[in-house]
């Protein structure tokens, strides 16, 4: 992966960041620094990985339940609206 400064800035907007330009200069230089090292795991022979396929992994089926207590809830969230639980925007919409 290479790190430049359009994907810093992308990253802190996601990230809602505000910094400096010297600050992200010092970013910049340590994330290169970080995946220079990380780097060297991939040229390691014989290693081996812990990662499992998803796709060959046997998935459960969805089973749908009835809530017991739906009401309890809803009188103990902070917001709700027609009968549904409302939480705040967690992605500004541009």
Same mark, same amino acid.
């Given at each position: 992966? /290479?790190?430049?400064?359009?994907?810093?800035?992308?990253?802190?907007?996601?990230?809602?960041?505000?910094?400096?330009?010297?600050? @992200?200069?010092?970013?910049?230089?340590?994330?290169?620094?970080?995946?220079?090292?990380?780097?060297? %795991?991939?040229?390691?022979?014989?290693? @081996?990985? /812990?990662?499992?396929? %998803?796709? @060959?992994?046997?998935?459960?089926?969805?089973?749908?339940?009835?809530?017991?207590? %739906?009401?309890?809830?809803?009188?103990?969230?902070?917001?709700?609206?027609?009968?549904?639980?409302?939480?705040?925007?967690? %992605?500004?919409?541009?």
């Amino acid at each position: 992966m /290479n790190f430049d400064k359009n994907l810093l800035d992308y990253l802190c907007e996601l990230a809602k960041l505000s910094l400096k330009e010297d600050e @992200k200069e010092e970013i910049l230089e340590n994330l290169k620094e970080l995946v220079e090292e990380f780097s060297i %795991i991939s040229d390691v022979e014989g290693a @081996k990985s /812990n990662f499992q396929d %998803i796709r @060959k992994l046997s998935l459960r089926e969805d089973l749908v339940v009835q809530c017991k207590n %739906i009401d309890y809830i809803r009188n103990n969230f902070p917001s709700t609206e027609e009968g549904l639980l409302k939480a705040p925007n967690v %992605i500004d919409e541009e």
